[in-house]
């Protein structure tokens, strides 16, 4: 029987067993009072929404490269999706939505010109095997690579401009600090602006403007762009190096692999942008609607 405070037995019930001036500590009273280990604030559950995000966007964007024409819009939702995980850690679909259509003419010519560029690199890479003069080849070889690796950097910034183009994600979001002494929170995601500024289609001379800026980024961070050629050709140099392998690589990247390497490129291509976009609003292209218009 359970002794009391002043020595004589008590009851078995809770209360007179651990009396009123006695608190009970858990470690699960913080997972309690929030609603439970699957509640919305915890981040099992964030963390959880993230991964299945990445899952779904995934397979989404491997219907897009399957049917081979859509392939621009599947990487303008993976690098949207991207773009909105690193600034709130969180997405909607909707705004999703409105990045695709105000980008989705550009994204739709940048992928068909990269479709063009890999038939003549396919077809330049025969003509290079068949060449009979050692030295042309090597330097044959050598501009044939030096133009793939640019091409691919190039290509990494500019999907990420589009899609921050459309979302506007420009500085992270710093944790503002409650007057009740609460600990800081994030500043909810906001939809993307449907303005004349981000709603329409990029002008000629904002293309223009893009491509330029985004050889220049990718070569001022040759550091940041690497990351998006490791995340291009580790598959292929797996392969390669293990036959046995494709499959299960061919899985990973339907499943998972592609949209985790886009998260990763626009994390570490995201602060040079915000720079860019900042400054961007300061130029003036002479473009109808103002000072940057598209920008």
Do not use: K
């Amino acid at each position: 029987m359970p002794v009391g405070r002043d020595g004589a037995g008590t009851a078995d019930s809770p209360d007179q067993v651990w009396g009123d001036d006695i608190t009970v500590e858990s470690h699960f009273d913080g997972v309690t009072a929030s609603g439970g280990l699957f509640s919305p604030d915890s981040r099992l559950y964030q963390a959880l929404s993230w991964v299945v995000s990445l899952f779904a966007a995934n397979l989404l964007a491997a219907v897009g490269f399957a049917v081979v024409l859509p392939g621009g819009l599947s990487w303008l939702l993976l690098f949207s999706l991207g773009a909105c995980l690193v600034r709130d850690g969180d997405f909607t679909w909707r705004g999703l939505w409105e990045i695709i259509r105000a980008n989705w003419l550009v994204a739709s010519g940048l992928w068909l010109a990269d479709l063009l560029f890999t038939s003549l690199v396919l077809w330049e890479s025969f003509v290079l095997a068949h060449l009979g003069i050692p030295g042309l080849r090597i330097a044959w070889g050598a501009l044939l690579c030096l133009a793939v690796f640019l091409v691919i950097i190039v290509n990494q910034w500019m999907w990420a401009m589009l899609a921050m183009r459309g979302g506007n994600p420009l500085a992270p979001h710093e944790p503002r600090a409650e007057s009740n002494g609460a600990p800081p929170q994030r500043t909810p995601q906001r939809t993307p602006q449907r303005n004349q500024r981000h709603s329409q289609q990029l002008g000629r001379r904002e293309l223009w403007t893009y491509l330029r800026a985004a050889l220049l980024l990718s070569l001022r961070h040759l550091p940041r762009s690497l990351v998006g050629v490791l995340m291009t050709v580790a598959p292929i140099i797996i392969v390669w190096l293990q036959p046995d392998s494709l499959w299960q690589v061919l899985a990973w990247e339907t499943l998972f692999g592609t949209a985790f390497g886009v998260y990763l490129v626009v994390l570490a291509q995201y602060r040079p942008l915000v720079a860019f976009f900042r400054a961007a609003g300061s130029f003036n292209t002479d473009a109808p609607g103002g000072d940057s218009a598209g920008l």
